[in-house]
């Protein structure tokens, strides 16, 4: 495997932008790349749809990260010739329609145009234009708006796949394997996750290569503690979670609702169970 200095040192295309979600629209930027090219990905420290290095998971492409705070300062030539030190060979930049850079966000593509191919008569900058999905404009922005509203399925079609959080397994109640199903409990604080309540999902453990049927409930304990919670239960069986967990979210089940009782609580578990198996076996999952 290439180091990387060498991935860099050749590398003749660059796709710039925040890419968080890599959703289709930022797929579409990647497809002008060469076959060395590199993401550069600028950094704002704001991403929680693939914070940090779970962007990774949805590309073959080596990614490169500036920081924000690094590179804010810096006007368009000064962001131009830090692209030509790092890329020494570069012909090629990808960028979006809408892309703004360098100090207060002031240059746009004509400007990367203008500065690229002074020095670079033979680069090239080649703009992609804002992608749809059933006549909508896809954003990491209307991603997030969706997951607000448990709009599962709009947002996986945005991002192409579905969506999926991380976290390290923490200590629960206590009560669910004793009184109701048994649920593995997540921390997952880099993450963005969905409006409150009940999802077909599927789980993967610690390092297993394989997802497990699961339905899952993210928010406060209404009919408890009231404390909040991220937690999934296993379908397919008795799994043990050491030390992490991700969850992948399918589809909406229903509202996070207070329950009078235990029994009543366990009764909408069930049709829970019920619904998710339902959609998981649909899906073939």
Do not use: W
Not at 45 to 52: C, F, K, R
Request: hydrophobic share 35%; proline share 1%.
């Amino acid at each position: 495997m290439l180091n990387t200095a060498t991935i860099l040192q050749n590398s003749t295309s660059v796709a710039i932008g925040g890419f968080d979600g890599m959703h289709i629209g930022h797929q579409e930027l990647f497809h002008h790349l060469d076959q060395n090219g590199v993401i550069v990905v600028i950094n704002t420290g704001y991403a929680n749809l693939t914070p940090s290095h779970f962007r990774q998971r949805h590309t073959d492409k080596h990614l490169h990260y500036y920081n924000l705070e690094d590179i804010r300062h810096l006007d368009g030539a000064g962001f131009v010739e830090l692209l030509k030190k790092d890329f020494p060979k570069l012909q090629k930049i990808v960028v979006g329609y809408d892309f703004h850079f360098g100090k207060d966000r002031r240059y746009s593509y004509e400007d990367l145009k203008e500065l690229f191919l002074k020095e670079n008569e033979d680069g090239e900058v080649v703009i992609v234009k804002e992608v749809k999905h059933h006549n909508d404009a896809v954003h990491s922005h209307k991603i997030r708006q969706k997951l607000a509203i448990g709009d599962i399925k709009g947002a996986n079609e945005f991002l192409g796949y579905n969506y999926t959080i991380c976290g390290k397994k923490i200590t629960g109640q206590g009560i669910g394997a004793k009184e109701l199903v048994a649920t593995i409990n997540l921390e997952a604080k880099e993450f963005l996750v969905p409006k409150e309540g009940v999802y077909v999902t599927t789980t993967r453990i610690d390092d297993e290569e394989h997802f497990h049927p699961s339905v899952s409930f993210i928010g406060h304990r209404v009919s408890t503690d009231g404390s909040f919670a991220i937690e999934s239960h296993i379908l397919d069986g008795k799994v043990v979670c050491e030390e992490k967990a991700e969850i992948s979210f399918i589809a909406y089940i229903r509202e996070n609702k207070k329950f009078e009782s235990m029994d009543e609580l366990r009764d909408a578990i069930k049709k829970d169970i019920a619904v998710a198996n339902r959609e998981l076996q649909r899906l073939e999952l």
